[in-house]
């Protein structure tokens, strides 16, 4: 079993800056893919970002640029670097591990972009 525990979401303005965290537990970092996913109301969860247990990095287009996902092993966690934020990110954010063939998920965390 692996447990995730996602931490930095909140309130933000347009433009503004936000890094979520993802604290794994259970099984071992390194052998994890790491991902965030995002659900805004009403419609699909997405993929937003990915990292291999190698560090190589995939992102998908609406967030190429501004969001940098990265993991430290030391601390069994992950990052995402949510920067020039806009409306339309505004969802909850999904942290999820996929190792030795299963998929495991955090609880989410709630980022709002608002002025």
């Known amino acids: 079993q692996v447990q995730l525990v996602e931490s930095g979401g909140g309130l933000v303005q347009p433009g503004g800056t936000l890094r979520l965290s993802c604290v794994a537990s259970?099984?071992?970092?390194?052998?994890?893919?790491m991902r965030w996913h995002r659900q805004a109301p009403g419609k699909q969860r997405e993929l937003v970002a990915t990292i291999t247990q190698s560090g190589s990095t995939y992102y998908d287009d609406f967030v190429k640029g501004r969001f940098t996902i990265s993991r430290d092993s030391a601390k069994n966690t992950v990052y995402l670097q949510m920067n020039t934020l806009k409306p339309e990110d505004t969802a909850v954010y999904y942290c999820?591990?996929?190792?030795?063939?299963?998929?495991?998920w955090g609880q989410g965390t709630q980022v709002t972009v608002s002025s």
């Open positions: 259970g099984n071992i970092f390194s052998d994890m893919i």
């Open positions: 999820n591990a996929i190792v030795a063939l299963r998929s495991y």
